[in-house]
């Protein structure tokens, strides 16, 4: 065969083999592009997970935030509770002292009414528990701070301050 003839071959033989590399590029890239394909639903599938579980966190985050306030809440009005039950305390302690005094007078007057200097004495002592109970109540409404004192091991109750000094008996008011 001659030079032209042999120059077609090759001329064929290259264009086969452009043709050949063509679709194996085509097929290459076909590949690549299936994959990228398969990794895009992927990653909109990660990315739709990741939500979920974004809106999943912010629903627990939510709701332990309202459970902390509702804690909040409760403790505020256990804390209000204990400082009521120390008030009570300290009333039921400085109140029933001199209470007892004038009850204990009270019977004892029925007893000495003939007696004028014991009715005097016995009267004495009524008018001072009577002014300590008012001390008392003059004391809690003056309170500014509450600072506290074991009344028993356990039992706080709540620190009037120091009483004022004694009343005349005849001043009750």
């Known amino acids: 065969p001659g030079l032209e003839a042999r120059f077609e071959a090759a001329q064929a033989a290259s264009a086969r083999a452009l043709e050949d590399v063509s679709r194996l590029l085509q097929l290459r890239m076909g590949q690549v592009a299936s994959r990228a394909d398969e990794s895009a639903v992927r990653l909109g599938r990660l990315v739709t ?5 974004f809106l ?3 629903l627990l ?5 309202w459970r902390a306030a509702d ?3 409760r403790l505020v009005e256990a804390e209000r509770l204990a400082a009521v039950a120390q008030v009570g305390v300290t009333l039921r302690h400085e109140i029933n ?3 007892a ?3 204990g007078a009270a019977d004892i007057l029925r007893e000495v009414r003939h007696d004028p200097r014991a009715v005097a004495e016995w009267a004495e002592a009524v008018a001072l528990a009577a002014a300590r109970i008012r001390d008392v109540l003059r004391r809690l409404e003056q309170l500014r701070a509450v600072e506290t004192v074991d009344y028993a091991p356990g039992v706080p109750m709540v620190e009037l301050g120091p009483p004022a000094a004694p009343p005349a008996p005849d001043k009750l008011s």
């Open 49 to 53: 997970a990741l939500a979920a579980l």
């Open 56 to 58: 999943v966190s912010l």
């Open 61 to 65: 985050v939510v709701g332990l935030l």
């Open 71 to 73: 804690m909040q809440r």
């Open 97 to 99: 002292n001199p209470l």
């Open 101 to 103: 005094v004038v009850v």
